[in-house]
């Protein structure tokens, strides 16, 4: 073919260019999805032509969250408790375990993670922008930290992509903290921070006496690390997988090469809890309490981007090294 078509007068050549061209833009065109958000009472629901992808939900719990995440075959891949309480085996735990969300367990010593009595809480305090478009969507907010007397420890920014390609959803979230009302001291804890309670079948172990019985999970992260070996080790992303109502699907989760002290720790529990912390070392590492304290002084801010990949198949089939590298690849904040 190559021989043959040296020999073709330029104009033909430019013809079955732009031939191959228009039949690249038509295939792609085909697979484009619209990214359409819409804002209701104490929430922003994002919808892939027509169909719920997840609802930014910044009212009613103590930090805003992502609940449901729909993936492909249209299923929910976070747990359903504690925001509907009739999940079907599921385990009625961590009741902070809230489907997605970022925050932290020590913050100028006030807890984030959990909700018990006297935790912090963020509150959105302003919805910046919303824009649809094809293939993505975006909601730009501002918040603020608040201790158990409603005083101010540190605001954020925050900036959530939804991305939607053929057989696969996508969410970047960045959040900056900002040190906008004195220093702020993020605690050495493995309590944190950009978290998600996965689909309880994408569990590693089931919990029979907590009504989980069926579980189908599998892990592994950037290092070739499997299991429940991944918690507390550093890698640059992780990958649960599983079987879900007949449909093997997954759950890929990337720390950014730009994120402080990348690449990360992962508290990744056998039953279901993955998140990624950058500040845990005492408990990751057994390292001196206090060794991954972080002081960010007054006036100065810190970004940390991560990117969920809720895909179809295994690791390998969903091409996950592959998605981090373009991922990795993308400097734009």
């Known amino acids: 073919m190559n021989s043959f078509r040296k020999f073709l007068p330029s ?3 430019f013809i079955i260019h732009v031939s191959v061209f228009m ?24 919808e892939s032509d027509g169909e719920l992808f997840t609802e930014y939900v910044y009212r009613g719990h103590p930090k805003p969250i992502l609940y449901p995440v729909i993936g492909p075959y249209g299923i929910g891949m976070t747990r359903n408790y504690p925001m509907r309480e009739d999940g079907v085996g599921e385990a009625e ?24 009595d006297g935790a912090g809480r963020i509150v ?52 900056t903290i900002h040190a906008s009302h004195g220093d702020v001291v993020w605690g050495d804890t493995k309590e944190g921070s950009m978290g998600i309670r996965t689909h309880p079948r994408l569990r590693l172990k089931a919990d029979p006496e907590r009504g989980v019985e069926i579980v189908t999970g599998q892990a592994v992260n950037s290092e070739g690390i499997g299991g429940k070996e991944i918690w507390g080790k550093r890698a640059r992303w992780v990958d ?15 720390d950014h090469p ?16 993955v998140a990624a912390n950058p500040f845990g070392v005492h408990n990751f590492e057994g390292k001196p309490p206090g060794t991954g304290d972080l002081t960010l002084p007054a006036g100065e801010s810190l970004t940390l981007r991560y990117r969920f990949v809720f895909h179809e198949g295994d690791t390998d089939q969903a091409e996950i090294q592959m998605r981090y590298k373009a991922f990795a690849n993308d ?3």
């Not at 697979?31 to 922003?44: A, P």
């Not at 005083?151 to 991305?163: P, Q, S």
């Not at 649960?240 to 990337?254: A, K, N, P, Q, R």
């Open 23 to 46: 039949l690249v833009l038509a295939a792609v065109d085909t697979v484009r999805s619209e990214v359409v958000l819409h804002l209701q009472d104490g929430r922003v629901r994002v």
């Open 124 to 175: 959105q305090d302003k919805l910046i922008e919303t824009s649809s478009g094809s293939c993505r969507g975006t909601i730009k907010t501002a918040n603020s930290w608040l201790n158990p007397a409603g005083e101010t420890v540190c605001t954020d920014t925050r900036r959530i992509m939804f991305i939607v390609d053929k057989t696969t959803r996508m969410i970047d979230w960045t959040t």
């Open 258 to 273: 730009r994120n402080l002290r990348h690449p990360t720790w992962w508290h990744a529990r056998d039953y279901g809890l």
């Open 331 to 333: 400097v734009t904040r």
């Open 93 to 116: 735990d961590h009741p902070h375990h809230q489907s997605l969300w970022f925050t932290h367990g020590q913050v100028n010593g006030v807890d984030f993670w959990s909700i018990k």
């Open 11 to 13: 104009q033909v050549k």
């Open 240 to 254: 649960y997988w599983g079987d879900i109502d007949g449909h093997v699907v997954g759950i890929g989760i990337f």
